[in-house]
């Protein structure tokens, strides 16, 4: 299993993210392990995340989410997000 995430910072800024485990990579960004997170300050909140099957599907909607550009938009579409309504063919 993966998971597409979405942190905020104490900051206010937000970082979108995949992981095949979420519990050690949360953990990471919590010790500062990437420079990325550790500029958005401390401490980090979890906002939403999403489970997927597999890791190449949790890439493709992290790029996704990260095309929004607009972090509000990205955090309400992962949460409405549905496996099924995604991927099913209309």
């Known amino acids: ?49 999403r489970e997927f099957h597999f890791m190449i599907e949790a890439r493709a909607f992290e790029r996704r989410l990260k095309s929004f550009k607009n972090p509000e938009l990205a955090i309400s579409h992962l949460r409405t997000f549905s496996i099924t309504k995604e991927s099913s063919p209309e």
């Not at 942190?7 to 919590?30: K, M, P, V, W």
């Not at 550790?38 to 906002?47: D, Q, S, T």
Request: with cysteine; glycine share 14%; net charge positive.
């Open 1 to 49: 299993m993966a998971n597409v995430y979405i942190l905020r910072g104490s900051c206010g800024r937000y970082y979108i993210g995949a992981t095949d485990n979420l519990g050690r990579r949360f953990s990471e960004h919590q010790r500062g392990g990437n420079n990325t997170t550790r500029r958005l300050g401390h401490p980090l909140e979890l906002i939403a995340s």
